[in-house]
């Protein structure tokens, strides 16, 4: 069982910036590939951002040049780095990660970018 709990979120204007954090409840050396997504109202979930073990990383195209993922093996911990935020980013944005043939979720955490 991983327990994944995410914070960092809130209130920002656009243009501004937030900084995600995750943490894992057991090591995530191991775990092949870490990610965060988010699900705006009425809209499916949708994968922002992945990194792998070896530490490369992809990101959706509405994200790419805007926010930054990284990985802590240390701290067990997945960080999601967001700027030049935009209206459009508002959501409740999830860490995930695939371990042992099961899928687990974070609780959420909400992002809201103000005009």
């Known amino acids: 069982q991983v327990q994944l709990v995410e914070s960092g979120g809130g209130l ?5 910036s937030l900084r995600l954090s995750c943490a894992a409840s057991t090591s995530i050396f191991n775990f092949n590939q870490m990610g965060w997504y988010r699900q705006a109202p009425g809209k499916q979930r ?3 951002a992945a990194i792998r073990k070896i530490g490369s990383s992809i990101y959706a195209d509405s994200v790419q040049g ?7 093996n240390f701290k067990n911990a997945v960080a999601l780095q967001m700027n030049s935020l935009e209206p459009e980013d508002t959501a409740v944005y999830y860490c995930n990660v695939d371990y042992r043939g099961t899928t687990f979720w974070g609780q959420g955490t909400q992002v809201t970018v103000s005009s």
């Open 46 to 48: 949708e994968l922002v």
């Open 12 to 16: 920002v204007q656009a243009g501004g």
């Open 66 to 72: 805007r926010f930054s993922i990284s990985r802590d």
